[in-house]
C-alpha cells in the first residue's frame, strides 16, 4: 500500500476561519474564497519541529500576464526559504515568490505552481489571509482542503532528517527529485518534435542550440559518445534502441532522457560532467556496456534518476569519479535514485563520493553479486524503502580505496539479504515525495521500470 497524501489546502476568508487553524498545537485544514483576479491554493504538505514544506498553486483570473510576482504577509514569525518552481524573497514578514524562466507565461485560467521549504515556531502557523498577483488582490475561487499530519511529539528540534519525509501526489510516472529543485527541469518544453532514424542525424539534432524534443525511432548504431546540449527532451518511440554509443551531457543544463534502450556502448550509455545541471534520466534500459549505465560526476547537480533497469552489466552509476575531485564537488552532486530496477547488476547501485544529501529510494535490489549502495568520501546518503532480494551486501561505508561517508538507512525491505552498515547523518531532504512500502516495490518496480512500460 503507498502512503497517502497528507496535505492541507488552505486559504483563509474569515479571522474565525483563521483563528481555528491551531487548535491544540496541531494544524486544521481550512478553506476559503479568494478575490478577483486570481486564485491562489496555499498548503502545507508536511510539517515537523521548527520546519515545514508549502505549496502554492496560483491561477490567473485576468488579463493574460508575461512574468508574475506573488505576494503574501506572515502573522507568526514564519521564514521562507529553499523555493523551488519560483525564486522567494522576504523581508520581514512579506513574502514574495517570482516566476522563473518557464512558467513565466499565465494565460487568462492558466495556472503555475511552485514550494518552498520555511521555518516556524512549532505553535502556531497560522495560513496567510490574503495574496496579491502583480499587486492585484486575489479574490476568486475556492479550494477543498485535505488533511495534514501534525508534528510528532518528541521528535528533536534539529533532526538530520525529518521522521517522516513530505509526500505530495505526482503521478507515479513524473518528475521527482533534485530535478525539481533550481528552477525545475523541462528539457525542450513544447518546443516541435523531431524525429531522427539515423546516427547522423541524432548527432545533429543533440548538438543544436536552442529548444528541442527529439524522438529517437528503431536502433541507431553509433560509437564514442555523442554531446546533448541544454534544453533538450529526448525521447524514445517504441522500441528506439542506442547501440555502441552513449550521451555525453557536459557543463549543459535541463535535459530530459526517457524510454530508450542502451546496450553495448563503449565507453558510458550516460555521462554527466562538468557542472551539467537539471538532468531527468527516466525509463530507460541498460544492459552490456563497457563503462557505467548512468555516471554523474565533475561538480554536476540537480538530478532525478528514476524508473531505469539495468541487467547484464557491471559498473552501474557512479556518483563521483574520483577521491581527489573534493574541490569541484563538495555541495554539489545532489542526485535523487528512485524506482530503479537494479536486476543482478554487480556494483556501483551507486557508488557515491561528496554528494549530500543523496536520495536513493524505493529501488528494488535483486541479486547484486558485488554490492548495493556505498556511500564514500564524506558523502550523505538516505538509503529509504528500497527492497534488497539476494543481495549479500546491500549498503557499506567506504569502498576500495575511498575513505568512508555517512548513511541513514530506514523504513527498508530485506529477503535473503542483511541490514548493511550505516553511520553519521545525512542532510534533509528538500523535496516532497511520496514513498511506497518497502514490501511492495518489488512488485511496483518490475511493473512499471525500463523503456517501453510509459507513453511518451
Known amino acids: 500500500m503507498r502512503t497517502t497524501q497528507r496535505r492541507m489546502t488552505l486559504l483563509a476568508t474569515t479571522a474565525a476561519a483563521t483563528a481555528a487553524l491551531v487548535t491544540g498545537g496541531f494544524l486544521t485544514a481550512v478553506s476559503a474564497q479568494a478575490a478577483a483576479g486570481c486564485q491562489v491554493a496555499y498548503s502545507v504538505a508536511s510539517q515537523w519541529p521548527g520546519g515545514f514544506t508549502g505549496n502554492v498553486t496560483v491561477t490567473n483570473l485576468g488579463d493574460p500576464v508575461s512574468g508574475w510576482t506573488l505576494g503574501w504577509s506572515y502573522g507568526a514569525g514564519q521564514q521562507a526559504s529553499q523555493a523551488w518552481g519560483a525564486t522567494v524573497t522576504q523581508n520581514g514578514s512579506q513574502v514574495s515568490a517570482a516566476n522563473v524562466d518557464y512558467n513565466g507565461n499565465l494565460a487568462t485560467n492558466g495556472s503555475a505552481s511552485f514550494g518552498f521549504n520555511a521555518s516556524w515556531n512549532n505553535s ?40 517522516d519525509p513530505p509526500p505530495s501526489v505526482p503521478p507515479p510516472t513524473g518528475l521527482v527529485g533534485w530535478a525539481t529543485q533550481n528552477g525545475g527541469t523541462t528539457g525542450g518544453g513544447g518546443a516541435p518534435a523531431t524525429t531522427v532514424t539515423n546516427a547522423s542525424a541524432l548527432t545533429s539534432a543533440l548538438n543544436a542550440t536552442g529548444s528541442a524534443v527529439i524522438r529517437v525511432s528503431g536502433t541507431i548504431s553509433c560509437s564514442g559518445m555523442l554531446r546533448v546540449r541544454s534544453n533538450k527532451t529526448i525521447l524514445g518511440n517504441s522500441g528506439a534502441t542506442i547501440v555502441g554509443c552513449g550521451l555525453n551531457v557536459s557543463g549543459d543544463r535541463n535535459v530530459i532522457i526517457r524510454n530508450l534502450t542502451f ?34 560526476k565533475r561538480g554536476s547537480d540537480f538530478v532525478t534518476v528514476s524508473w531505469n533497469r539495468v541487467f547484464n552489466h557491471d559498473k552501474t552509476m557512479l556518483l563521483g ?4 575531485n573534493g574541490a569541484q564537488d563538495t555541495g554539489h552532486l545532489r542526485v535523487t535514485y528512485h524506482h530503479n530496477w537494479f536486476d543482478g547488476s554487480k556494483q556501483r547501485n551507486p557508488r557515491v563520493r561528496f554528494g549530500n544529501p543523496v536520495h536513493v529510494y524505493n529501488n528494488y535490489y535483486r541479486a547484486n553479486t558485488g554490492y548495493g549502495v556505498a556511500s564514500t568520501e564524506n558523502a550523505g ?8 532480494e539476494n543481495v549479500p551486501d546491500t549498503y557499506h561505508l567506504g569502498e576500495a580505496d575511498s575513505g568512508p561517508g555517512r548513511l541513514v538507512a530506514r523504513n527498508n525491505h530485506f529477503v535473503n ?8 547523518s545525512v542532510a534533509s531532504i528538500p523535496y516532497p515525495y511520496q514513498l511506497d512500502t518497502a514490501s511492495n516495490v518489488k512488485s511496483i518496480v518490475t511493473g512499471g521500470a525500463g523503456a517501453g512500460r510509459i507513453t511518451v
Do not use: K
Open 124 to 163: 502556531s502557523n497560522p495560513v496567510p489571509t490574503s495574496f496579491t498577483l502583480n499587486n492585484v488582490a486575489c479574490t476568486g475561487g475556492t479550494t477543498t482542503p485535505t488533511t495534514t499530519t501534525p508534528p510528532h511529539p518528541g521528535t528533536p528540534t534539529t533532526p538530520p532528517i525529518p521522521s
Open 263 to 296: 546496450r553495448d556502448w563503449n565507453d558510458d550509455a550516460i555521462n554527466v560532467q562538468e557542472s551539467a545541471t537539471n538532468i531527468w534520466i527516466d525509463h530507460n534500459t541498460f544492459s552490456n556496456g563497457y563503462d557505467g549505465a548512468v555516471d554523474i
Open 321 to 324: 569519479h574520483s577521491d581527489d
Open 381 to 388: 546518503v538516505l538509503v529509504e524503502g528500497n527492497y534488497f
Open 417 to 424: 539479504s542483511p541490514a548493511g552498515q550505516t553511520g553519521g
